[in-house]
């Protein structure tokens, strides 16, 4: 099911649910924000029918458990929410408690399921890509422009041949993909609210017959039905901004995979960049 049509598939589904499916069913359309932070028992409890009712109900939606329906919520909620309205729901949730603790805690989690659930086959395959690749185009734009800078200095030390995509505008950008074409690498990195120029990149460069890599959080993601690999990181809000930490360490895991498979002229690269470091005073070596 596509979670851009969750609402709607619960609002037309209304006269098949039973008496209890429906009262979840008005709750939900809403309330959805909250909702999508309810347990089963906690949303059972404030519409007045049992846990087991409202684990009936996502399987109604075609869901395999209550879970994969809240994070269906919690995607569509990041992706419509402004910014004031996804630091409310933050601080709501945060409370009272500590909140140095509470966020790193939700990251560890991010990177722990994202971890048992990201597609190997795809990220070997998308390191290969790379490593092939004629030229590696890399964009991202707010937030996830910064993820795509931190990519771009990480494989501008393995190859020359990479090109940061600037996002300032839809027609500059496609000024610097327009050649972009087969044996070419895009990676795209794109994450709620999703931008359209991101998406238009993404439509274009598979067009010219690209290979395209999106770093995403969901496979209902725009760019997800573009890509030849998919590399899925879960993300939520962590007050008007979202946690990136799994998106980062994906992009870790391809930067160390790609120097592995190149390790020869990684290495040499390596040996003669620190002599010219040493040669211009690049790093101070007063703490040696």
């Known amino acids: 099911m596509n979670n851009g049509d969750l609402l709607q598939n619960i609002k037309e589904g209304m006269s098949s649910?039973?008496?209890?499916?429906?009262?979840?069913?008005a709750y939900i359309l809403e309330h959805y924000d909250k909702?999508?932070?309810?347990?089963?028992?906690?949303?059972?409890?404030?519409?007045?029918?049992?846990?087991?009712?409202?684990?009936?109900?996502?399987?109604?939606?075609?869901?395999?458990?209550?879970?994969?329906?809240?994070?269906?919520?919690?995607?569509?909620?990041?992706?419509?929410?402004?910014?004031?309205?996804?630091?409310?729901?933050?601080?709501?949730?945060?409370?009272?408690?500590?909140?140095?603790?509470?966020?790193?805690?939700?990251?560890?989690?991010?990177?722990?399921q994202t971890a048992a659930e990201i597609d190997s086959a795809s990220f070997a395959a998308a390191v290969q890509n790379i490593v092939d690749a004629k030229n590696i185009y890399i964009l991202g734009v707010r937030s996830s422009s910064t993820l795509?800078?931190?990519?771009?200095?990480?494989?501008?030390m393995i190859f020359d041949n990479v090109r940061l995509v600037q996002t300032t505008s839809s027609s500059e950008m496609f000024e610097q993909i327009m050649q972009i074409g087969e044996g070419d690498v895009m990676i795209a990195i794109s994450f709620p609210r999703y931008s359209s120029r991101i998406i238009n990149a993404v439509e274009y460069a598979k067009g010219r017959g690209a290979d395209i890599i999106a770093l995403t959080d969901s496979k209902f993601s725009p760019i997800a039905t573009e890509a030849d690999q998919?590399?899925?990181?879960?993300?939520?809000?962590?007050?008007?901004?979202?946690?990136?930490?799994?998106?980062?360490?994906?992009?870790?895991?391809?930067?160390v995979a790609v120097a592995r498979e190149r390790e020869a002229e990684v290495s040499e690269r390596l040996r003669v960049l620190e002599e010219i470091w040493d040669r211009y005073d690049v790093y101070d070596k007063k703490g040696n």
């Open 17 to 25: 649910f039973s008496k209890g499916q429906r009262l979840i069913a």
């Open 148 to 156: 795509a800078g931190f990519l771009n200095y990480s494989l501008r």
């Open 230 to 255: 998919l590399l899925l990181a879960y993300s939520d809000m962590a007050s008007f901004m979202d946690s990136l930490v799994a998106p980062l360490s994906i992009i870790n895991a391809l930067v």
């Open 35 to 112: 909702a999508a932070y309810h347990t089963a028992s906690k949303l059972g409890t404030i519409v007045g029918v049992s846990e087991s009712t409202v684990v009936r109900f996502a399987n109604e939606l075609g869901y395999e458990g209550y879970p994969e329906l809240q994070r269906a919520l919690k995607k569509l909620i990041r992706s419509r929410l402004t910014s004031f309205q996804r630091m409310e729901i933050t601080n709501s949730l945060i409370g009272e408690n500590d909140v140095l603790e509470k966020v790193l805690t939700s990251d560890i989690e991010k990177i722990r």
